[in-house]
């Protein structure tokens, strides 16, 4: 029977990552994340419950975290959940879990992390779009209307799903 652990976490992180570069030129990298869920319970109330998760990556994804993470910033995780014994300072066995990821991803926008007098080339562009746009307010809605079909067909589409054929014909599972 085929089985599955995989974690996916988005959340912040709750302080810079802890990078330890180990004798056998290996690199680990421990961080924690936060995640929040905001409902309203039975009796009106809204509550925010945050959970916190122990991450840790190896070698060159830990030499990017050790590099751009920082407290706070919001990212995005995905790896194994791992079950780690220890003992604490009394003799006491304890469990703890850790993801163990294989996939990290720092979102948000770069100029999140940088001055805010730094435009990036992004920025840059959307302050000089507007100097190539009429000034008069009648023009607007016609440029928005021009605008959105060039922004649609910038993306890139997304292939079609393949359609599920069955084969009812033939029958060789093996159970």
């Known amino acids: 029977m085929a089985s599955l652990n995989k974690m996916t976490i988005i959340g912040n992180l709750g302080a810079d990552p802890e990078v330890r570069y180990l004798d056998g030129g290996a690199v680990v990298a421990t961080f924690n994340v936060a ?3 905001k409902y309203t319970n039975r ?7 945050t959970e916190w998760f122990r991450v840790e990556l190896w070698n060159e ?3 990017v975290a050790e590099k751009y993470l920082k407290k706070g910033n919001s990212v995005y995780v995905e790896g194994r959940l791992r079950t780690e014994l220890w ?3 009394e003799g006491k066995e304890r469990t ?13 926008s770069p100029s999140e992390s940088q001055p805010a007098d730094v435009e990036t080339p992004r920025q840059q562009a959307a302050t000089a779009q507007p100097a190539r746009q009429q000034a008069t307010p009648q023009a607007a809605p016609a ?3 021009q605008a959105e079909p060039t922004a649609t067909a910038d993306r890139r589409r997304e292939p079609e799903p393949v359609p599920f054929e069955s084969n ?4 060789d599972l093996p159970f």
């Open 96 to 108: 703890s879990l850790r993801v163990r990821a294989n996939t990290m991803q720092l979102l948000g």
């Open 35 to 37: 995640t929040t869920e």
């Open 168 to 171: 009812s014909g033939d029958d």
């Open 143 to 145: 440029q928005r209307q």
């Open 87 to 89: 003992t604490d300072k």
């Open 43 to 49: 009796n009106g109330e809204k509550v925010e419950q």
């Open 61 to 63: 994804q830990a030499k």
